[in-house]
């Protein structure tokens, strides 16, 4: 895992000019300071630290340290808990007191501690047996890394405009988010009515010439990047090309998430391929990407069960492509 870019070396990434060479006059973070920013979430999005997986470990290792059947003692933590055990206390003038389990001075395993043992040894197999299942559901969703890069979202083009005018007639207020973002053109076309704008974008090359165009952009899945934000605040969502590659299982949950971060009649829409397109895949596409595009009844079904309300399709402009384009809205309780 590469180490996080230091904001310096981040912002002067590409030349060691200064803001005030950039054409952004001073008023704001320039298109350097943007895209060191998404550089710097997305290392921190993906760094160990924190994970379940890491917090599990840590736990893990406390207790088989303390409570093992081996007990090595081998690690840091073990010693900072014998030593803290040594630590007299400062309060009562006196030794700090052993706590529950641990073995007295005649180095005797007390009740809890033959107990545990067993305990920690399940925990081990357990972890085992789930790390085993969750890198074979890993395996069938993402064979593969890449697949935003396998099957690339088209650029919205003539839909941006017809897109973000429903979009602006209809939020209540609040960052409107699309996924995935691509180059920015519907990003563009909504800060031009005075919205704010937040793009979502996985490819991380495509994610920077967004960030250069002056848009605020994310690199990160959306169903990841949606479910750190805070619920009801969201004035809209755009959802096109990550529609178009999850599995089925994943579909629901995405909705799930933007109806949980949107805010009362915000509008949600969904550009999606014709079913047609899949066939048109490239052959390393057409295998390792378990997605496909849905019919329109399926996202009609599917936006009503997660329980968005008017459900209906957004009818193309002259000019557009052969996509379409379903439109609802988070209901107002």
Known sequence: MPAPIPPSAAANHGGDNDASDDGSGGGGPSEQERAGEALRAAFARLAPQGSDEWNFMGAFTQL??????????????????KESERTPDRRAGRPGRRRTGAPDSGGEKSEVEEAMSPV????????????????????????????????PARELGDWAGPVAAHVAARTPGGTVVHADCGEGALLQALSGRGLDALGIEPRGGVALHALEQGNAVAMAEAHEHLAGLPSRELGGVVLSGVVDRLPVHAVAPLLTECRRAMADGAPIVIVSEPVAAAAS??????????????????????LDRVGFADVATQPGAPGQDDRFALIAVTPSW
């Open 281 to 302: 895949r490239e052959a390393p596409a057409a295998d390792l990407v378990a997605g496909r595009p849905l019919h329109e009844a399926t996202w009609e079904l599917l």
């Open 120 to 151: 920690v040894e399940a925990l081990r197999f357990l972890a085992a047996r789930i790390s085993t299942l969750e890198a074979r559901l890993a395996a069938q969703d993402a064979p593969v890394e890449g697949a935003a890069w396998l099957t």
């Open 64 to 81: 088989g340290d303390r409570y093992g059947p081996y007990q090595p003692g081998a690690s840091v933590l073990a010693d900072l808990v």
